[in-house]
């Protein structure tokens, strides 16, 4: 008896099949006929990609605040830096 390797799909070829399905455009059984495909599986790949769509935009909404907070202090740490700068520049033409 052989024994048969499981079969992967990469993210895109889901990704692909999900966007078919969420289309509508043809039925699950003619989906998994023509990707070769168990119908349960397509249904599994839209739902994932339904849920999922909130959290890709969540996540450009949040490392957008990331990166403006991280503008933010650095910002500060160069104001900080010109501060001490010009003090001790003062002092020293007070002199």
Do not use: Y
Request: aromatic share 6%; charged share 30%; glycine share 6%.
């Amino acid at each position: 008896m052989t024994k048969n390797k499981r079969r992967r799909f990469s993210a895109d070829f889901k990704a692909r099949v999900a966007l078919e399905a969420i289309e509508g455009a043809s039925t699950m059984a003619e989906l998994a006929k023509k990707h070769g495909v168990h119908p349960n599986m397509i249904s599994g790949w839209k739902r994932q990609a339904i849920e999922g769509m909130s959290e890709l935009f969540d996540k450009r909404c949040e490392s957008a605040a990331q990166s403006q907070q991280s503008e933010v202090e650095k910002l500060h740490a160069k104001i900080g830096q010109l501060v001490v700068e010009r003090d001790f520049l003062s002092k020293a033409f007070k002199s």
